[in-house]
């Protein structure tokens, strides 16, 4: 017979998982062995359990394969949780495996020892605990639950002791989509109608694009629908890359830089049209004008009702539905795609950094011309991702990782070096400020020692700039717990065995992306900016009318 944790290894292989990520536990090394015997998955060992899951999380969205990540009881738990959160309101696929007590311990007082599964209930969509009799089903079905029409992260407990037990062995398909799925029906005729009409009385209708679109893949018809009716665009920030930022009729980034200027489009607007649109991200209600709202999605639209007071919902599969738009007979709108270009090209212009002015906008800009299309970024949480948001041109939504639902600090050093593991032809930078750098700097040594190829670009402006800006528009301190100090004076050539290069001026920094890409390894770029080139373009009114 195989084992509890042989069979756990062998289910995971077969479901499709390539790492397990974590920090080992005394319990936790019966399946690590398992692992380092099955051909085809591998365990990495990481510094901190956050990062184990963040990087699970990431290799689930970038392969479609639920993500796994291990840590042990209590506050291996506690610090696994905030990756955990993070794959549940970013819709990332995610399996995470804890340490748990044995049935005869569950209830006691015992080192360690708190409920994991009323931690992990409201930041999952399934949380469970397995046993030796139903491990691989407990196993299919979290992996189902995970990568449904709305990815996210399920939790399964392993009681400690349980590794060696003898598993019987089983007759079953090892198949993890194999729950049942709803098989959407076209749209109803009534249903149907109403939508018509909607948007034949309409004269300016925006279409507003979101996550559940990027999982739904429904790009090309995107494009097809904004040119049959003609409408702009606007995408909501994990959506970027869905729809090309070259084309006549994108109209920008929804909450990100100069929300203000975008609002200049949408605000005209007397109709949307919300296509796969998730509020986790930004709130219908926090940007739409006063107009009715069609939702076209597998869940129901989450608005406040007092303030969008008309709201057709459309249940079902983005592409049945959007089929079915793009065979109503609708005459093109009445937008002024001239200005809708004009804007566009403003908010850009506005974007492109003085010349000879060494900021934010200089170290995105610059970092873009270098980088090549199909290369990755991975951003962390900061005044310079909403710069990101709106600037970054992004051909694909894979090739810009970032945590919009979530929003952790230290997202980005993580998910780098999932990226570059997931995807090892592709070129992978991590940008973030020093903030997250600080809070993550110690898996600089996980990149060395898993020998990624990695640059990672730390904007240094020594201060919580995004915070520094909201107190500031509140008249507060706004130097107040937001004064960093952590850059010494002395440059450091290295964090542990990481090669280190600071830039001081845009010629620096320049030179050190050029020397940071020919590098075999892992390299830190720390780019010295003032932060006060925020202040004009971040956090601007989303609303204008």
């Not at 097809?224 to 606007?234: E, G, T």
Request: aromatic share 8%; hydrophobic share 45%.
């Amino acid at each position: 017979m195989s084992t509890v944790a042989q069979v756990f290894a062998h289910t995971l292989k077969e479901i499709g998982v390539t790492f397990v990520f974590g920090v080992p536990s005394g319990n936790m090394i019966d399946y690590i062995e398992a692992i380092r015997k099955e051909e085809g998955i591998e365990f990495v060992l990481v510094g901190h359990e956050a990062t184990a899951a963040f990087m699970a999380g990431v290799c689930g969205k970038l392969t479609g394969v639920p993500g796994v990540c291990f840590a042990t009881f209590g506050p291996g738990a506690t610090n696994l949780s905030t990756g955990v959160g993070g794959a549940q309101l970013d819709r990332f696929p995610l399996l995470a495996f804890t340490d748990e007590m044995p049935d005869k311990l569950l209830a006691r007082s015992v080192q360690m020892n708190i409920n994991h599964q009323q931690l992990f209930f409201p930041i999952t969509k399934w949380t469970t605990r397995l046993n030796q009799h139903n491990l691989e089903e407990i196993i299919l079905k979290g992996a189902g639950i995970a990568s449904d029409k709305t990815p996210g992260a399920v939790h399964i407990g392993i009681p400690a002791g349980i590794g060696q037990n003898p598993v019987p062995k089983t007759k079953s398909e090892v198949d993890y989509l194999r729950l049942e799925k709803k098989r959407w029906a076209p749209l109803l005729a009534e249903q149907l109608a109403k939508v018509e009409k909607l948007i034949q009385t309409s004269k300016k209708p925006v279409l507003a694009v979101g996550l559940s679109a990027v999982h739904a893949q429904v790009g090309e018809q995107l494009v097809a629908l904004a040119q049959k009716f003609q409408v702009p665009v606007v995408l909501t920030p994990m959506a970027k890359g869905l729809f090309p930022e070259d084309h006549p009729l994108y109209a920008g980034v929804l909450f990100h830089a100069l929300s203000d200027a975008v609002a200049e489009v949408y605000g005209q607007a007397d109709l949307v049209i919300g296509i796969g649109y998730d509020p986790v991200e930004f709130n219908y209600e926090d940007w739409m004008p006063e107009v009715p709202l069609i939702h076209i999605d597998c869940k129901e639209a989450d608005v406040a009702s007092e303030q969008i007071r008309e709201v057709c919902n459309v249940l079902g599969a983005l592409d049945v539905a959007l089929n079915e738009l793009l065979q109503l007979e609708i005459e093109p709108k009445h937008w002024d795609v001239q200005f809708v270009q004009e804007n566009k090209r403003q908010i850009f212009e506005k974007l492109r950094p003085e010349p000879d002015c060494f900021g934010p906008l200089a170290v995105v800009n610059e970092l873009r011309k270098i980088l090549p299309d199909e290369g990755i970024l991975t951003v962390d949480v900061g005044a310079h991702l909403h710069l990101v948001g709106q600037l970054w041109r992004t051909p694909k939504p894979e090739n810009l990782l970032m945590t919009n639902g979530w929003s952790s600090m230290g997202f980005a050093i993580p998910a780098a070096l999932a990226a570059k593991l997931c995807k090892p032809d592709l070129p992978v930078v991590a940008l973030m400020g020093d903030g997250g750098f600080a809070m993550m700097a110690g898996e600089l040594a996980s990149a060395k020692r898993l020998k990624l190829k990695i640059v990672f670009v730390v904007i240094c402006d020594n201060s919580l700039s995004l915070i520094r800006i909201k107190q500031q528009k509140k008249g507060f301190n706004a130097a107040y717990g937001t004064d960093l100090e952590i850059r010494t004076e002395q440059a450091t050539n290295h964090y542990f065995g990481v090669p280190v290069i600071r830039a001081m001026n845009k010629t620096a920094y320049v030179n050190a992306l050029n020397e940071a890409f020919n590098q075999n390894g892992p390299v830190v770029i720390e780019a010295v900016v003032d932060g006060q080139a925020y202040d004009e373009l971040l956090l601007r009114a989303n609303k204008k009318f």
